[in-house]
């Protein structure tokens, strides 16, 4: 029996509003409870322009058209604002995604092609982000108020030449910075400053001592007392005597809590907009840039293959990596993996940072991959810090970060907010990892749907598929070949229209349905005969849904290894026959045959061609050809010159190629090729 169309009752408990809009003029003809919550009372049958009439409702109409015309989803991530006099608040926000629903079934839907749009609430986490904003700028007129009355506490006072040199200098120096004066005077005082702002330190005071401005102001880093590096404010004004300088006399402050307060809402703020992002890589990239180069040279993000993963080898892959500039470009995001050696298990299990120290060449192994060792070894890294990445209370991701050219190692302030600033980011790294899990759940699923190719004796058989780009979405394109009782070959190419669950079904079925009918019929019975009772019992079972396809037979043809091919086309990309020399040709014909699913009644024509040995028959769908904006026919011809140029390539390699040159995956790829062997 066929399986129960979707009704739209199913959506009436749904926590997220759901509208259903049909027909050309994408009349309203289902909502449910979460919506009428959000938008209020709408009247059903009427048309979207007069249901939504509010400013800015044009916008929405004018994205279900264009789900209409291309059959592609569209998401609006940017909140939009509804007006709400009669409730609590004067205005509702909310994010909506309108997708293609297929054909519903239900008393009073008028029959058509159905738009189902989701929308998702937003207010409360809007209001909470604007309140965020407004807390953060109180915070920063207080810390402001704070600097103000430590710039009027007591500060290092001292004197130096005019061209830089120190005799003597108060007893604070020492106290803060643990040098004492003999080895401080002259310009000793500059082996305490922080290696990476030494030299721009002495460039400064070198321009001032010459260009002699009215004042000079500098914040750089110190050694402290007690082992970290502090960030002090240097201010002097110059004596001038006999038209030039004299001396300089200034003061040094010691502002590393001002600065580190202001380093640390700056950071945090940062980390908090980073935004929802559809994929990992993307959100735990923008995480990544947060903390370089404030807070250290470098930052790469390993996804670990199991959240909370403990006990044994712990897999991980680099899918993110942020350097300041100035360092050697970083190695590329190939999605390698590596198991994670001792300390860097000890971080996950432990749910701390763990820092190593190093120097030179002497990279500990195991720690990273061995690409991301020989990178460290070119930037002169000097310590990792292995920060664990925690999401919905599990270890999901190791970031590590590194200081780099001589610089020395993060202090124990720096390592607790360089942690507390990765943690920070939970929403946009919450909503980017599961929509991959629901991505990698469809792909899985669409995959379960294609069988291996079987093996064929004096012949070759290879497929793939590639899943498309989209989020989360399960496609409708399929391939299959299977063998026939009397041992020939059935081989099949399909894409339904649509990249959501109904595709999918509709997609599973169809496939179900055309093997059955090859595989029982008799040996008369042609491709067109097999397509034409395809589309007759999917119209009577109600599971029809606008589909192309080729369907064909392949029989071994004489004793030289030669095939012939009987082959239909209901409206799919011509196939692509590939000689061992000579340009390709396409499988056409003069009159094509219509899609499935639009008029069974109409006539099918099943065409022969001959396949010699070595050719290859290549079945394929528009994603490895179609580009946007582009002549069909453009996207084929790219196809059959790089189908010409790998043809001596193994079956396998030549479709792996042909799938792995398409660089913006927007649609499913699926192919599937054919090739006789040569005699030996």
Not at 28 to 39: E, G, P, W
Not at 213 to 239: L, S, W
Not at 364 to 378: F, K, T
Request: hydrophobic fraction near 40%; include cysteine; charge should be negative.
């Amino acid at each position: 029996m066929p399986d129960t169309p979707l009704t739209p009752e199913v959506f009436d408990r749904a926590i997220v509003a759901i509208a259903l809009t049909a027909g050309s003029d994408h009349r309203l003809v289902y909502v449910n409870d979460a919506f009428r919550d959000l938008f209020g009372d709408r009247p059903l049958g009427a048309p979207a322009r007069d249901v939504f009439t509010e400013p800015g409702a044009e916008r929405f109409v004018a994205t279900l058209d264009a789900v209409l015309a291309d059959g592609t989803a569209r998401q609006v991530t940017t909140p939009r604002t509804l007006g709400c006099p009669d409730s609590g608040t004067a205005h509702r926000h909310f994010v909506y995604s309108s997708s293609p629903a297929g054909t519903l079934h239900g008393p009073g839907i008028p029959y058509g092609p159905a738009i189902l749009t989701a929308a998702v609430d937003t207010t409360a986490e809007l209001h909470s982000a604007l309140e965020t904003e407004r807390l953060s700028a109180e915070r920063l007129q207080t810390l402001r108020r704070y600097e103000a009355l430590m710039a009027a506490a007591s500060q290092m006072v001292w004197l130096v030449h005019a061209d830089g040199t120190a005799d003597e200098l108060v007893p604070g120096w020492e106290a803060l910075t643990g040098q004492p004066f003999a080895e401080a005077a002259r310009t000793g005082w500059l082996n305490v400053v922080h290696p990476q702002d030494r030299d721009q330190v002495a460039t400064r005071w070198a321009d001032a001592a010459r260009d002699l401005p009215t004042a000079f102001e500098h914040v750089f880093r110190v050694h402290g007392k007690d082992g970290g590096y502090r960030h002090v404010r240097a201010r002097a004004v110059p004596i001038v005597r006999d038209g030039g300088p004299a001396e300089w006399i200034g003061t040094t402050s010691d502002i590393e809590d001002q600065w580190r307060n202001r380093l640390r809402e700056r950071l945090l703020a940062r980390a908090g907009a980073v935004t929802e992002a559809e994929r990992p890589e993307d959100a735990f990239a923008a995480l990544a840039a947060t903390l370089v180069p404030d807070l250290t040279d470098v930052c790469a993000v390993y996804l670990l293959r199991e959240p909370d993963a403990a006990g044994g080898d712990v897999v991980a892959t680099r899918i993110a990596s942020v350097a300041r500039p100035g360092l050697p470009p970083l190695p590329p995001i190939n999605r390698q993996t590596f198991t994670l050696g001792e300390r860097a298990r000890k971080a996950v299990s432990d749910r701390t940072p763990v820092t190593i120290e190093f120097t030179g060449a002497d990279v500990p192994g195991g720690s990273l991959p061995e690409i991301s060792v020989r990178w460290l070894v070119r930037a002169r890294a000097t310590s990792l810090t292995l920060l664990p990445i925690v999401v919905d209370g599990a270890v999901v991701a190791l970031a590590v970060t590194a200081d780099c050219e001589g610089a020395p190692p993060p202090g124990p302030a720096d390592i607790d907010l360089q942690h507390e600033i990765l943690q920070r980011a939970q929403a946009p790294l919450r909503q980017a990892l599961a929509l991959q899990r629901a991505r990698h759940t469809a792909v899985v699923l669409q995959r379960a749907m294609l069988t291996t190719p079987p093996r064929i004796g004096g012949a070759d058989l290879a497929a793939r598929y590639r899943p498309g780009s989209r989020s989360a979405e399960v496609g409708g394109d399929w391939y299959d070949a299977f063998t026939l009782p009397d041992g020939s070959l059935a081989m099949t190419i399909g894409d339904v229209a649509g990249h959501d669950l109904a595709a999918a079904t509709t997609m599973g079925q169809l496939r179900a349905m055309l093997r059955s009918i090859a595989y029982t019929r008799p040996h008369g019975h042609t491709p067109a005969d097999t397509l034409r009772e395809l589309d007759t019992a999917a119209e009577g079972l109600g599971v029809g849904s606008f589909a192309t396809a080729v369907h064909a037979r392949l029989t071994r043809h004489g004793a030289d290894g030669a095939w012939e091919v009987e082959w239909s086309n209901a409206g799919h990309p011509p196939p692509v026959l590939v000689p061992v020399t000579g340009p390709p040709r396409l499988l056409t014909a003069e009159d094509a045959d219509v899609p499935l699913c639009v008029d069974p009644g109409r006539p099918r024509v099943t065409h022969r061609d001959p396949i010699g040995p070595g050719e290859t028959l290549l079945f394929y769908t528009d994603g490895l050809v179609e580009v946007p904006g582009e002549h069909l026919g453009e996207g084929i011809a790219r196809l059959c010159a790089a189908a010409a140029e790998a043809r001596h390539r193994p079956l396998a390699d030549l479709c792996a190629h042909l799938a792995g040159r398409v660089v913006d995956v927007r649609d499913d790829i699926a192919l599937i090729a054919f090739r006789p062997g040569r005699p030996a």
